[in-house]
């Protein structure tokens, strides 16, 4: 997908069925994500770190592919760096808040970074925020108070899920500043390829500090794999795919099915219910994040979600 600067109003988006399919099913397949993270019985940062060990092979073939035969630029290869610490903390926190809280609330608050990027937006062009600004971030403040005030009567430690959630969130935030410029003149796969290759370590040595386990145990390779297979090759191809066909509203809306399918596989399977305060919180916080991908430059909506 390259980069345009072609004005928003002027650019004509060339969707087919495959290309709403891919979307779709990037979205649905980057859901399952915590689910797995929960049935891992390795430790929740060593999850992490397997997820991207696991599918390197793939991305590497991908990126071998569609290399590009400049040679690699060193400044290039630093922002890469950078952006692969930013990920690696991503995902420890981001893996360490859904072991402890809601899987929808895990996936909303995870994925929080396009309003973080839309707030360090306005603070870098030092200008107020628009009406769309004000907006996504009432609602993103409201759902977020709501959320956090439901699972604060659950339980401290959901509570604290959450807000290592909204870590993650923050830390996507910074992962996408330089992964996106990077991107430019490296290309998507490479960019994840070498994105991965720097987080792993990170990932692995953040994991053994925790003392976690990090090699599976009883319930084997299957959760670790179906991590990397759903989260970084089903749902990132998929999506690289996809993305570069659809304007931002409609990206941003089919964002969230990842949440809706999060609810649904929390509720199945760990029992976890939504009453109508948490329904609420989570449309006030998906509304904020549609709006947010609405105001974000060309460049950051380029970069798929990782989630």
């Known amino acids: 997908m390259a980069i345009t600067t072609e004005p928003e109003g002027q650019k004509n988006y060339q969707a087919g069925a495959w290309h709403f399919a891919a979307l779709v099913g990037g979205n649905v397949a980057l859901a399952f994500g915590p689910w797995f993270v929960r049935m891992a019985d390795t430790g929740p940062v060593a999850a992490g770190f397997w997820r991207m060990?696991?599918?390197?092979?793939?991305?590497?073939?991908?990126?071998?592919?569609?290399?590009?035969?400049?040679?690699?630029?060193?400044?290039?290869?630093?922002?890469?760096?950078?952006?692969?610490?930013?990920?690696?903390?991503?995902?420890?926190?981001?893996?360490?808040?859904?072991?402890?809280?809601?899987?929808?609330?895990?996936?909303?608050?995870?994925?929080?970074?396009?309003?973080i990027?839309?707030?360090?937006?306005?603070?870098?062009?030092?200008?107020?925020?628009?009406?769309?600004?004000?907006?996504?971030?009432?609602?993103?403040?409201?759902?977020?108070?709501i959320l956090m005030g439901q699972s604060f009567e659950v339980s401290t430690v959901t509570?604290?899920?959450?807000?290592?959630?909204?870590?993650?969130?923050?830390?996507?935030?910074?992962?996408?500043?330089?992964?996106?410029?990077?991107?430019?003149?490296?290309g998507q796969w490479t960019v994840l390829l070498l994105v991965g290759l720097a987080a792993a370590p990170v990932l692995l040595a953040v994991a053994l500090v925790l003392g976690e386990p990090v090699w599976p145990g009883a319930a084997g390779w299957g959760p670790v794999v179906g991590l990397a297979i759903s989260s970084q090759i089903v749902g990132q191809g998929l999506l690289v795919f996809s993305l570069k066909h659809f304007p931002p509203l409609v990206i941003g809306v089919a964002l969230l099915t990842q949440p809706a399918i999060a609810a649904a596989i929390g509720w199945l399977a760990f029992g976890e219910t939504l009453a109508l305060p948490d329904?609420?919180?989570?449309?006030?916080?998906?509304?904020?994040?549609?709006?947010?991908?609405?105001?974000?430059?060309?460049?950051?909506?380029a970069v798929p979600p990782e989630r």
């Open 159 to 186: 509570l604290v899920g959450d807000l290592f959630c909204l870590l993650a969130g923050v830390f996507y935030a910074f992962y996408l500043l330089p992964a996106q410029r990077a991107r430019a003149g490296l």
């Open 53 to 115: 060990v696991v599918a390197l092979p793939v991305i590497a073939l991908l990126a071998w592919r569609a290399r590009s035969p400049r040679p690699l630029d060193w400044r290039l290869g630093f922002l890469v760096a950078l952006a692969g610490l930013f990920f690696a903390f991503d995902l420890a926190s981001w893996h360490v808040g859904i072991e402890r809280t809601r899987l929808a609330n895990a996936t909303l608050f995870g994925n929080s970074g396009s309003v």
């Open 117 to 145: 990027l839309m707030v360090w937006g306005l603070l870098a062009l030092r200008r107020m925020p628009g009406v769309r600004e004000v907006l996504a971030l009432a609602a993103a403040l409201g759902g977020a108070a």
């Open 279 to 301: 329904i609420a919180g989570m449309a006030l916080v998906a509304c904020a994040l549609v709006i947010a991908k609405l105001a974000e430059p060309r460049a950051a909506r």
